[in-house]
T-cell receptor
Framework: GAGVSQSPSNKVTEKGKDVELRCDPI?????LYWYRQSLGQGLEFLIY????????KSGLPSDRFSAERTGGSVSTLTIQRTQQEDSAVYLC??????????????FGPGTRLTVT | SQQGEEDPQALSIQEGENATMNCSYK?????LQWYRQNSGRGLVHLIL?????REKHSGRLRVTLDTSKKSSSLLITASRAADTASYFC????????????FGTGTRLTIIP
């Protein structure tokens, strides 16, 4: 079956421009996550959506970052007025959720963002 | 900030040897997972161990968890060239919110 897809795979933008990154999760997965990975580093949590609950935005690094999830499926991460330090690979993941917790997350291939 | 750290940061071994990677974390957890990443892109889930488990096996993988020491280890037996990748441990610590906190990763290179 289809996995998590992300678009675009690569994005080069000028400093100060806005960018939108898209994530299509696995059908039926109620949880969706965005992470960021800078060169040679581990993953940094950004935002978490679960069903109709209010998203956990605790990882967003500044108010230039926002995300939405429409219809409980597709998600868009928007970065306004991009800065060079925003350059990273942005990874989306989705998973099932239960009261016991602990489901594996399925990751998309990521979007490599380069801010020049 | 990172929840945990992997040790070593980089490891090179001969094909056929066993590889051991360690992960330490800071807070109490519900679950710990190990992921593999090839070529700096998408991650692949390897194994999940719950906080009430001490050891788990999956094929050539063996994971241990010591909650008293807040540490975990991943053992890959009979390594293959295809095992060359970065390996990350990740923890979730809040029921109802399963965001993962990742360690810094171990870069494993298998020498043919």
């Amino acid at each position: 079956g289809a996995g998590v897809s992300q678009s675009p795979s690569n994005k080069v933008t000028e400093k100060g421009k806005d960018v939108e990154l898209r994530c299509d999760p696995i059908s039926g997965h109620t949880a969706l996550y965005w992470y960021r990975q800078s060169l040679g580093q581990g993953l940094e949590f950004l935002i978490y959506f679960q069903g109709n609950s209010a998203p956990d935005k605790s990882g967003l690094p500044s108010d230039r970052f926002s995300a939405e999830r429409t219809g409980g499926s597709v998600s868009t991460l928007t970065i306004q007025r991009t800065q060079q330090e925003d350059s990273a690979v942005y990874l989306c993941a989705s998973s099932l959720v239960s009261s016991e917790g602990g489901y594996e997350q399925y990751f998309g291939p990521g979007t490599r963002l380069t801010v020049t | 900030s990172q929840q945990g750290e992997e040790d070593p940061q980089a490891l090179s071994i001969q094909e056929g040897e066993n590889a051991t990677m360690n992960c330490s974390y800071k807070t109490s957890i519900n679950n710990l997972q190990w992921y593999r990443q090839n070529s700096g892109r998408g991650l692949v889930h390897l194994i999940l161990i719950r906080s009430n488990e001490r050891e788990k096996h999956s094929g050539r993988l063996r994971v241990t968890l010591d909650t008293s020491k807040k540490s975990s280890s991943l053992l890959i037996t009979a390594s293959r060239a295809a095992d060359t990748a970065s390996y990350f441990c990740a923890t979730d610590w809040s029921f109802g919110n399963e965001k993962l906190t990742f360690g810094t990763g171990t870069r494993l290179t298998i020498i043919p």
